[in-house]
T-cell receptor
């Protein structure tokens, strides 16, 4: 089991470009979460997805950010028209389910986005 | 709204000391609580998971306790080593993980 895989590990974008971050969950996990970590700050929840469904996007900025988790393939976090304030580490986590006390979430190594 | 607080924000100790890191949360309706370690510029490594019905979990030199009714968890690190230097994060699980801001630990030789 390769664990949660995120790519790219580092991404540099110019202001106004699009950033696409990918997350492949652990084998057997159908739940994916995205978190953002600004420099010197904690992890902030962005969005929670199951296959083909957005369950909770209460932490997503209203504009320019979107996420999907298709039936086949990785989950994608998309940031359109990036600005310098989007520079952060974006972490993905996966779990086999929710609502169970023994459900454990595992994190990827993150994608570090730098907007220049 | 669930809020998670970690105290202290930073801690610097000599090697060999026993440590206690604190985590408090405002809503006791959680499924479980996880402790993570994050090294600079790296991802998160899960250390311990305590289910809501459990009082503590142990892994090697680490022991985590949970008092759900009072909204508190502690992570106890025995005989600290320089390799323990990292940021330690607690997260409570409702239908998503809500993180504290972490305790930055430095253990010096």
């Amino acid at each position: 089991n390769a664990g949660v895989m995120q790519n790219p590990r580092h991404l540099v974008r110019r202001r106004g470009q699009e950033a696409r971050l990918r997350c492949s969950p652990m084998k057997g996990h159908s739940h994916v979460y995205w978190y953002r970590q600004l420099p010197e700050e904690g992890l902030k929840f962005m969005v929670y997805l199951q296959k083909e469904n957005i369950i909770d996007e209460s932490g997503m900025p209203k504009e320019r950010f979107s996420a999907e988790f298709p039936k086949e393939g990785p989950s994608i976090l998309r940031i359109q028209q990036v600005v310098r304030g989007d520079s952060a580490a974006y972490f993905c986590a996966s779990s086999p389910g929710v609502g169970r006390a023994n459900t454990e979430a595992f994190f990827g190594q993150g994608t570090r986005l730098t907007v220049v | 709204k669930q809020e998670v607080t970690q105290i202290p924000a930073a801690l610097s100790v000599p090697e060999g000391e026993n440590l206690v890191l604190n985590c408090s949360f405002t809503d006791s309706a959680i499924y479980n609580l996880q402790w993570f370690r994050q090294d600079p510029g790296k991802g998160l490594t899960s250390l311990l998971l305590i289910q809501s019905s459990q009082r503590e979990q142990t892994s090697g030199r680490l022991n985590a306790s949970l008092d759900k009714s009072s909204g508190r968890s502690t992570l106890y690190i025995a005989a600290s080593q320089p390799g323990d230097s990292a940021t330690y994060l607690c997260a409570v699980n409702t239908d998503k993980l809500i993180f504290g801001t972490g305790t930055r630990l430095q253990v010096f030789p």
